[in-house]
Every structure is written in structure tokens, then in C-alpha cells.
């Protein structure tokens, strides 16, 4: 049987602790890749924390380029990449804080996901404009405001 033959070879040529030492290796990496991403999502929870705050909405339209350029490149990434929140932040407001349907609040939540998503590529689309013009053309909104009830 030409196949016993060949797994007979195959063992035959492999190297065990080759194998034992990747694995050890790809562990070691794992446990590296699971600090770093658990850094980066504390990093970003503080990110988005600060995203909805006036402080930043301030920067977002300052007369300084240097200032506003990357706040709104920041303002864009979290406003399309938090945009799809808005399906269930939506229906919880409507019932809680307006005495709305959940129903109705799911097609506020569906219409903010788009209007978010929209303001989202925009900022991003647009954070680069300097001059008066970068200023004019941002909008001093981020969807993590929704988050919040004051």
C-alpha cells in the first residue's frame, strides 16, 4: 500500500520538536496580540468617552488647521464606526426619555444610522480641507452624544 509507505517517510523525516517550538512560539505571540488588544480597546473606550465631549466638538470647528484636521479625522472614524450603535441606543431613548413606541424609535435609530454613517465618511472624506473652508464644512456632532442624556 503506496500510502503507509508515505506517512511511514513522512514521520520518518519530521521533526517533533520542531513542532513543539512553533507551537510555544505561536503562544508566546498570541499572548502578546491579546495585551496589545486589550490595550487598544481601553485606548479606545477613552477615545470614544472623549469623542462625544464638548471639548472635542470644539476642536472640531477651530479657526487652528493643526487642531481641527485630526480631530475631525478622529470625529469621522468613531461616527462611521459607531453609526450601527444607533439601531438599539434609538428604541431604548424613544421608550424611556421621549414616551415613544419601541417602533418608532428603531426607524429614529435606522434613519440616525445612516445619518451617522453619511457624517462619518464625510469627516473623514473632508478633515484635510484647510483654511476657513475645512471649517465651515464640519459638523459639530458625534454620534457617541447619543449615548449620553443629560
Not at 9 to 18: D, R, W
Not at 25 to 33: E, G, H, P, T
Not at 58 to 76: C, H, L, M, W
Not at 116 to 126: E, P
Request: charged content about 25%.
Amino acid at each position: 500500500m503506496p500510502l503507509k509507505k508515505d506517512i511511514k517517510k513522512i514521520e520518518k523525516h519530521s521533526l517533533p520538536m520542531e513542532g513543539k517550538k512553533l507551537r510555544e512560539d505561536a503562544m508566546k505571540v498570541s499572548r502578546y496580540l491579546l495585551v496589545a488588544i486589550l490595550v487598544l480597546v481601553m485606548a479606545g473606550i477613552s477615545g470614544v468617552t472623549y469623542a462625544g465631549s464638548d471639548a472635542m466638538l470644539e476642536k472640531v470647528t477651530s479657526d487652528n488647521y493643526a487642531i481641527r484636521a485630526p480631530y475631525r479625522a478622529f470625529q469621522g472614524v468613531i461616527n462611521a464606526g459607531l453609526s450601527w450603535t444607533q439601531m438599539f441606543v434609538e428604541p431604548i431613548n424613544s421608550v424611556k426619555y421621549e414616551n415613544q413606541s419601541g417602533i418608532d424609535g428603531f426607524v429614529d435609530g435606522f434613519a440616525k444610522t445612516l445619518y451617522y454613517a453619511v457624517l462619518g465618511a464625510w469627516d473623514m472624506g473632508t478633515f484635510w480641507v484647510p483654511g476657513q473652508g475645512g471649517k465651515d464644512i464640519a459638523v459639530k456632532e458625534c454620534v457617541t452624544q447619543t449615548f449620553r442624556r443629560d
